[in-house]
């Protein structure tokens, strides 16, 4: 069950649509529930009331779940959720109504606000004595939840799932460094990543390194914070090293990443870091927040940097900008050592272990 699904495009959505197909292909039967609008698909069920933007809602979920629930009677429901996911939270309770037993899985990381929405609806329904067993992305993520659910629910940790071979682009020993140093991101561009903050870092960055060293910056993707960082591009001077291309089919973001030499995931709430992991698989050193569910991959000093502030950040890249000796090795290291979170059969492993334990 998820409030969002195929055709809409995101994190979630893509992510549960690639758990359903590699459990399809492992054996499971696996139907959808969605409140999402969109066309048949085999085993998807879409329960859609008509809501001001289309908002993947439905006032009266809990009672269509559940009939649903007790006509088919699966072995176990499986709750996809973000921050706020009213669908998502009414097939849990749909689950418990229906006497099922239910796994949910928190896709973001709770904020001090979605916490408190969460202790009050422990108070209202008493959800942490309901049997649940829930999985998190990382160890980042998983620390709120478990601070909220206490010890009535257990919470573990089953990482994204990801084909990376794809990103394999590299072996052997990196080349030479060039003279100029390409910095990249890749993400969407709204506000909750804080890609205005991502260009005033890059701004550090350029402070801090000597003017004899050149430096390029691509950051990748769209969304309704591009044109306020066109202003501030223009506003700072910085267009002529700093370019915003757009989004990118993950092809043409895996050209990009042949001629970079850093990868930078500014945001400090990034509950996995699906573009980081995928740039480190790549082979790039990776700076990112310590705080962030990108630590679960990149250790300091080994895969990449982290730090816990923009400043951290700013000053790990210009690190990374002036020491190719340093850049070269970690490149080396990530080319050499495939990384071991997101892969699928270690994600199928995790689900099958939190459906036994709900189960039993």
């Keep these: 069950m998820s409030d969002c699904y195929l055709p809409r495009l995101g994190g979630i959505e893509v992510q549960v649509a690639d758990l359903v ?3 399809r292909e492992a054996g499971h039967a696996v139907d959808v529930a969605t409140a999402t609008q969109g066309e048949a698909l085999p085993g998807v069920h879409r329960i859609v009331a008509r809501m001001p933007f289309d908002l993947p809602v439905h006032p ?3 009672g269509h779940l559940r009939r649903r629930l007790t006509s088919s009677r699966p072995d176990v429901v499986h709750v996809h959720m973000g921050a706020v996911s009213p669908f998502a939270w009414m097939g849990v309770r749909a689950a418990k109504r ?3 037993p239910c796994v949910v899985t928190v896709h973001s ?3 001090p606000v979605t916490r408190g929405v969460y202790r009050l609806l422990r108070l209202v329904y008493g959800w942490q004595s309901w049997g649940l067993v829930a999985t998190t992305v990382s160890n980042a993520a998983a620390a709120p939840i478990r601070s909220v659910a206490g010890e009535g629910v257990p919470v573990h940790v089953v990482s994204n799932g990801l084909d990376l071979s794809g990103w394999r682009l590299f072996s052997g020993s990196p080349p ?3 003279e100029e140093v390409h910095i990249v991101a890749v993400g969407r561009l709204a506000p909750r ?6 260009l005033k870092l890059l701004d550090m960055v350029r402070s801090r390194v000597p003017a004899g060293v050149p430096l390029r910056a691509t950051v990748i993707g769209d969304g309704p914070a591009r044109a306020q960082m066109e202003r501030y591009l223009a506003r700072h001077g910085m267009t002529g090293w700093v370019s915003l291309p757009g989004r990118y089919t993950r092809e043409q973001i895996a050209k990009v990443l042949e001629s970079a030499d850093v990868f930078v995931a500014p945001a400090p709430r990034e509950s996995f870091g699906i573009a980081a992991l995928e740039a480190r698989a790549a082979g790039l050193p990776v700076v990112a927040r310590a705080q962030s569910g990108v630590a679960d991959f990149v250790r300091h000093g080994t895969e990449g940097l982290l730090g ?3 400043g951290d950040l700013a000053a790990a890249v210009a690190r990374l900008a002036t020491d190719p000796e340093l850049r070269q090795r970690m490149i080396a290291h990530n080319r050499a050592v495939p990384p ?3 892969t699928w059969p270690t994600v199928l492993a995790g689900f099958d272990r939190a459906y036994a334990e709900a189960i039993g």
């Design 60 to 62: 009266f979920g809990v």
């Design 193 to 198: 990543k804080q890609p205005v903050r991502l």
């Design 98 to 100: 229906a006497g099922i």
């Design 21 to 23: 197909r590699t459990q």
């Design 176 to 178: 030479e460094p060039r």
């Design 340 to 342: 071991s979170a997101g």
């Design 308 to 310: 816990r502030s923009l």
């Design 109 to 111: 990381m709770w904020d």
